[in-house]
């Protein structure tokens, strides 16, 4: 079983820069994808960035050129820095991760952070 404990969000004014952070806990052999997505209020969850064990990584081309998405494997982590807010980043942000149980693949999610871009 995995949670995932999420850290960091908050509100900046536009231009501004925030980060998010998330850590994988409890009993598992390794984590494979972990990934932050992020839903607007009356708008549909969207994927923001994702990154791979092998480090390859996925971007929402939202997010392109803006953020940056960083994992450490051996401390089960995964953070995007995000630059250049705008007030269209404002949403809750949820850290996903994939790990392969007895069970199969599961997915797991976190509680969500709120990232508010506002003047």
């Known amino acids: 079983q995995v949670q995932l404990v999420e850290s960091g969000g908050g509100s900046v004014q536009p231009g501004g820069s925030l980060s998010v952070s998330c850590t994988a806990t409890?009993?598992?052999?390794?984590?494979?994808?972990m990934a932050w997505y992020r839903q607007a209020p009356g708008k549909e969850r969207e994927l923001v960035a994702a990154?791979?064990?092998?480090?390859?990584?996925t971007y929402a081309d939202s997010a392109k050129g803006r953020f940056t998405i960083s994992r450490d494997n051996m401390k089960n982590t995964v953070a995007v820095q995000m630059n250049s807010l705008k007030p269209e980043d404002t949403a809750t942000y949820y850290c996903?991760?994939?790990?392969?149980?007895?069970?199969?693949?599961?997915?797991?999610w976190g509680q969500g952070t709120q990232v508010t871009v506002s003047s």
């Open positions: 409890g009993t598992f052999q390794s984590i494979d994808t």
């Open positions: 990154v791979t064990k092998a480090g390859t990584t």
């Open positions: 996903n991760a994939g790990s392969w149980t007895d069970k199969g693949y599961e997915i797991y």
